[in-house]
Each structure stands twice: as C-alpha cells, then as structure tokens.
C-alpha cells in the first residue's frame, strides 16, 4: 500500500528504548509525602519506513498516545532516542529557567511531523473560521503571502474533500466528519512526511469512520506519507496499516506485517485482543473461540514484575514472573516477546 | 410474573413476548422545530431473547428505550404516543407511581455511563440493598447477602469488601459491572441495556458481553441491547432493528438479516467496517453524505439523499414495508417482497 516498495524505503524514523514517565505527588500528610513514578511508556522500539504505515493498537491506557508525542517531541522523553531522518531529535531540547523547550532545529522541525487528533473539536480554536486555522500554520513559517494564503487554504479543502466555499464558516457548523477533514487538512499544511494519527475515527459514527479512513488511504497515496496509525480499533488499525504493533503496559508485545498479525498472532495478548474484536457475521461470530481475559490491566504505577502480561495471561509459567521477555524476532519482520513462542 | 428458574423459552413464533412497543412516536419541540426522534417504532421481545437495536448516533435508540421506562423528559419532548405493553398494560398510561414500581425492579436499564444509575456519594451496598428493600422487602441482612453474590456472579474480586467502597474507587469496566449487577439484582423481565460496552475495551466488552448472555440465559431475562457495533450484534443477538432517522427501515432474524440485507442503509453500514475476518480491501464502500437533521427531515424516504439507489419516487413516497420473510421487513422500495 505504501508508495515505495517497503524492503528498499529506509527508516525515516527511528526509536530505541523509548521511555516516558510521569512524576505523580502523593497526596497527604508530611509523612506520606513524596511521589509515584508512572511508567506510561517503557522502552519501546520502532523503526518506520519512509511511505509506510505503522498501526498503534492496544487498550486504552497502554501508552499509545504518549509514545506518538514522545516521537514528535510534543513531550520530552524521560529516556531513549528519536531517530527523524538520521538526525536524533530528542536531543533537541534545552533548558529555560526550570522547563524543557524546543531548540532551533526541532521548531524548524514542527513542519515535517504533524498530528492528528482524536476530537477535532476540542483542538480547533471554536473562534477561528478554517481560513484563520489553515492560515495559521502558514503563517507561523513564513510560507505564502496574501492571496497565495487564500489558493492554499482552499487548495487543502479541496484536498480533504471540503467544499472550499465554507472557507469563512467556524467549528461548530461543521459536523464531526467534517470537523476531522478540518483536523486533517491543518495537519497536511506545511507539507509533512511524517502524521501520527490519534484514534483520529474514534469518535465518529460508523459510516463517517468509512469516508475518514479512505481519505487517509488516498492522502497517503498522493502525498507520499509516512503514518503511525493509533487506535484501539484493531479492524480499521488493519485496514490502514502495513505493520502494526501491539502495545501493552507501556511496551511493545509484538509488532508484525499487518496481515500476518490478524491472521497468526504469536502473543497470548495479540490472541486475545484479536479473539475479543466482535465479526459482523452471525454464522462466524456463533462458532468463534474467544479467550476471554480475567482481570485487569495492571497499573502502570506498580507494573508487575517479569512480563507485563504475565498477571492475566492463561498460559503463565513460573519464568514469567520473573523475567521480562525482550522483543525479538520469530521470523522475518515478526517480533514478538514472549517467553513461550520460539 | 413468571417463573424465572423454568428454562428460558425458545425465540420462535410460539413464544410470547415479554415487551412490545407498538407505533411510538417521540418528539421534541426545540428552537421552533419539532425533532422526531422516534416516529412510529415498533418491535417486542420475546423471553430469553436479544433484539440488538443498530443505528447510527441520533437515529433515536436511546430515545426509543427511555421512553419505554417514560424516563423521557417532558418538556421539551411530547408525551409519547403508542403503546408499551408490558403484563398486560400500557405502560405509556400507567400512573407514574405504577411505572416507578416497575423501574428497577421488572423492567431495568443499563447505560454507556454507568454514573447515569450509580451514585457518587452512597458506598456500593447502600445503592444495591436499597433496590432489594423497597422493591422486595428484603431485611438488611438478608439484601446485603444477596448483593455480595450478585456481586461475585459479575466477577467482582472480593466482592465482601468492595461492596462498602464507593462507584469511583472501581474501574469503568467494574463499575460496568456494578451496574449490571444492580439492574438484574431484582431479576427484570427485562434488560435495557443502551450501550452498556461502547466506552469499554474490547477484551473488557467480551467479558461484559459474556456476563449478560449468562445472566440472561439463568434468569430468563429478556434483552434489548442498543448498540451501533454491528459486530456485537452478530455475535448477541437473535434478531435485530435497524434504526434510521427515527425509524425502523429493516428488522429480521439476525443470521436472516446479515446473509442477505435488504436495506441499502443496512448494506451500507456493513459495507462500511473494516472488519479482520477477510482480507482487507483497501477501499471501503462508505456511505455518502451524512445522517439528517430530525428537525428537518428530507421528503420521502429519509434516506435518499445517502442511498446510491434512489429514484423519484424515493424522493416523493414513503417507502412501503416490504415482508421480506415471515419476521424479515425492510422499509424500502426496492427490497425484495418473498416469505
Ligand atoms: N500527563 C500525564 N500525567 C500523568 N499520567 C499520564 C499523563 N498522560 C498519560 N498518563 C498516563 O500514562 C498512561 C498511558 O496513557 P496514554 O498514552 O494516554 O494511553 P493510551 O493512549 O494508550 O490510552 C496512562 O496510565 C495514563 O493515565
Ligand atoms: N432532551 C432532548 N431534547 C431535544 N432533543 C433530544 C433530546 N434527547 C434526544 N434528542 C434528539 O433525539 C434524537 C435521537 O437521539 P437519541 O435517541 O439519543 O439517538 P441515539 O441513541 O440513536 O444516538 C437526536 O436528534 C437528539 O438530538
Ligand atoms: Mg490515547
Ligand atoms: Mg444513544
């Protein structure tokens, strides 16, 4: 699906080890005081290639959306490293007084790597009109004056499928669909290589998901775009994706072509995940073997020890409450950490 | 009313329903319009059985199962008009008393947000014995016992404990849980359940879906389950609405239904998902255009202006509904007449 053939495109991205944590105060007396340590990402790696599809799936909480903003620096990382385009921008940062910001190079940067959210509403300015919030971009990097602006503006409706005449229309005349076309053609402004797409359907109606996932496909296509598709919904995750991974806890459990994931899982938790994503088909849906999982995910707070898996997982030997399986690879292009899949 | 420890009866056409909503129409006055939220619904459920109700949002779902429990607020909506038959009365007459009775107790609702049932404020066993006392005259003692085991039956670790804690110290998928356990604590006739599963993660869905078709299949409880995830329903239920706009436009046996669905919208919808039981197609066949606003309803079929099949006299008529089957309709000009 992607525009170049996949085994010959190089990494555009490149990401060892990521991590990312977030410092929680306990609340209470002097002396309960101190802080938690929540692990939201810890030590993923991914490397995507240029034209390529990565799909994010995994339940909520597992840290999908905190490694996509650790990959585009919208968040600093704890630890690890972001390779964009062989240049290492998570080294990017510097001090200002007690806060991390953005250097030169990574503001410089902002116009190859976009994203894209789950509720356009909530990240569009309600008092914009979409000239105001597709210029905006435009503006912040000096690109186009006056009424260029204006040809670009209607240029990117067009390309979304918006009719350019609502050009002077807000948010909130727009209907959700709409809403993420808006979303996406801010996102497309500058001209990026590289879209993280969080659960960017999620919040549409079913039929809506259809015509927001064909205009992705067709933008890929055209515009040569690299993706990291995030969402929980593992069927439209397939749909759109050439590899996926399958995030659990913080980590990545295994990471295979996208075909090959849906169809032979290797991972008790990508079985389960898979088993537990209903088929609009009555005659399937009625002889279909689920492995419905016990308990919960565990917190991030205290992860358990050896596998994060290893508290609900129905085939837990003794090893894996001990060691933590490292992700390696079972066959060409299907990596996998489990203790139990040689 | 009836025996709940007998065997759930069989869904065929010998079996008598337990609820039946005949011709309802709810509509709201809003900013000079009125929305038709549900214009002449009809179907029933039979004890023991699922009916999935599917529509896209604001094609009146919700609106339809509250106003079956008249937990509609009116104003801004209209006395909803019709019939509920529910042990032989109509619910839609019944004085408010009567119906209060009947809520929580033989005719129970779950919700996508189970906050809308539980109260932050009062500790778990407060809100479930309650239910029990007033409903049942259960003692104190004897309430609490009963909700530690429906608790249990839910899959509440440690439910001795936690029934004294409060809705926020659970997860959503036990709070879920919670809910579930306080609607079928008085063993309803019948179960509303109005997206009990769509905030919730697949893995946690499954397990709350398996935990209502066993309740369901112990106690004989009658099921409406509303949900937009046409997954869910060929997986739940035996037959299935399809709402649009207000209206029913197919109902049918669900494996009728899904092998050979007569409405576009209905084709449409599966056409839509993306789904991991065949090979991904690259395009989906999306429908165009978008859902109609209730307050200004297109003439003839309310979905013509979406349906790639749409002729003059779609614009013009309402469509006829057309017996596909003996329980197979669709409100289409084109649907295929047989049975
Ligand atoms: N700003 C934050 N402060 C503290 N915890 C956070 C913050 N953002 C996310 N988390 C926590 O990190 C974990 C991963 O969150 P997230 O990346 O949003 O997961 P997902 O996108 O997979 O649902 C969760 O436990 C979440 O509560
Ligand atoms: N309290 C209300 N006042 C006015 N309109 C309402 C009210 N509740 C629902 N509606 C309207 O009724 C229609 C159907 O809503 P609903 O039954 O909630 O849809 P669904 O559950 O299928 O998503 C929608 O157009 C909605 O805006
Ligand atoms: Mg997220
Ligand atoms: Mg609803």
């Known amino acids: 699906m992607s525009t170049l053939p996949r085994a010959e495109s190089s990494p555009l991205l490149e990401v060892r080890d990521l991590a990312v944590r977030f410092r929680l105060e306990r609340p209470g ?41 650790a990959v585009l620096q919208l968040l600093k990382p704890s630890a ?29 940067l902002r116009r190859r790597m976009q994203m894209i959210f789950q509720d356009p509403f909530a990240s569009l300015n309600p008092r914009m009109t979409v000239e105001a919030i597709l210029t905006e971009p435009l503006r912040n990097f000096g690109l186009t004056g006056g009424g260029d602006r204006r040809r670009r503006v209607q240029e990117l409706m067009a390309t979304v499928g918006m009719d350019p005449r609502f050009i002077r229309r807000y948010p909130h005349e727009f209907s959700g669909g709409q809403r993420q076309r808006i979303g996406i053609a801010r996102a497309l402004a500058l001209g990026p290589d590289l879209i993280v797409a969080d659960e960017p359907i999620s919040a549409l109606d079913v039929s809506i998901q259809a015509q927001i996932l064909n205009l992705l496909a067709r933008l890929r296509e055209e515009l040569g775009l690299t993706m990291i598709f995030i969402a929980h919904d593992l069927a439209a995750v397939r749909h759109i ?15 295979a072509d996208a075909r ?25 849906e009625a002889t279909r073997q689920r492995t419905v999982l016990s308990g919960e995910v565990p917190s991030p707070v205290n992860p358990p020890s050896g596998c994060p898996f290893h508290s609900r997982c129905p085939l837990r030997e003794d090893r894996c409450t001990r060691d933590v399986p490292v992700l390696r690879e079972i066959a060409p292009g299907h990596r996998v950490a489990c203790h139990l899949v040689d | ?69 008249r937990l509609v607020p009116s104003p801004p909506a209209f006395h909803p008009s019709g019939e509920i038959r529910f042990q032989g009365r109509d619910l839609l007459r019944l004085p408010e008393q009567e119906i209060e009775a ?66 926020h110290q659970f997860s959503g998928g036990m709070r879920q849980r919670v809910m579930i356990a306080m609607a079928l604590l008085c063993q309803p006739e019948v179960l509303l359940a109005d997206e009990p599963t769509t905030a919730l993660d697949v893995t946690v869905q499954a397990q709350i879906l398996e935990l209502i078709a066993e309740l369901q299949a112990s106690l004989g ?24 706009a207000g209206r029913i436009v197919e109902e049918g046996p669900t494996g009728e239904l899904f092998a050979d669905p007569q409405h576009p919208y209905t084709r449409g919808l599966l056409a839509s998902m993306p789904r991991i039981d065949t090979p991904p197609t690259g395009h989906l066949e999306a429908i165009a255009g978008l859902p109609p606003d209730l307050g200004h309803l297109p003439t003839g079929c309310a979905f013509h202006p979406r349906c790639p099949l749409a002729s003059d006299r779609c614009r013009r008529e309402e469509p006829p509904v057309v017996a596909v089957s003996a329980e197979h309709r669709a409100a289409c000009f084109e649907a295929e007449a047989g049975g």
Request: hydrophobic content about 40%; some cysteine.
């Open chain 1, 29 to 69: 007396g002097l002396l309960r005081r101190g802080h938690d340590e929540l692990r939201a990402v810890d030590g993923v790696n991914l490397v995507v290639r240029r034209g390529e599809t990565l799909g994010l799936v995994g339940e909520s909480g597992c840290g999908k959306s905190t490694t996509g903003r």
């Open chain 1, 80 to 108: 690890g490293t972001v390779v964009f385009d062989g240049q290492p921008i998570h080294d990017w940062w510097v001090r200002k007084g007690r806060r991390w910001v953005w250097d030169a190079r990574l503001r410089e």
């Open chain 1, 241 to 255: 994706s050439d590899r996926i991974a399958v995030m659990y806890l913080g980590r990545i459990v295994e990471e």
């Open chain 1, 260 to 284: 090959e994931i849906v169809a032979a899982p290797r991972h008790p938790y990508t079985q389960a995940l898979i088993s537990a994503v209903p088929v609009p088909d009555p005659v399937q």
């Open chain 2, 1 to 69: 009313m009836s025996d709940t420890t007998t065997e759930p009866s069989p869904t065929g056409d010998a079996a008598e329903a337990v609820l039946t909503i005949r011709d309802l129409r709810t509509f709201f006055q809003t900013d000079g319009h009125v929305v038709k939220a549900v214009d002449g619904v009809s179907f029933s459920v039979r004890r023991g059985e699922t009916l999935g109700v599917v529509g896209e949002s604001g094609s009146g779902k919700s609106v339809a199962c509250l106003s079956a429990l």
């Open chain 2, 102 to 167: 009947l809520r929580g107790n033989r005719l129970a609702m779950i919700f996508q947000d189970p906050m809308t049932s539980l109260n932050p404020y009062l500790r778990v066993a407060r809100q479930l014995t309650e239910v029990l006392e007033v409903h049942r005259g259960a003692t104190p003692a004897a309430a609490r016992q009963e909700a530690i085991a429906m608790l249990e039956r839910v899959g509440i670790p440690d439910a001795g404990r936690r029934i004294d804690q409060y809705p």
């Open chain 2, 221 to 244: 409880t009658a099921v409406v389950l509303v949900t937009h995830d046409l997954g869910v329903v060929a997986g739940t239920a035996d037959r299935v609405v399809v709402m649009y």
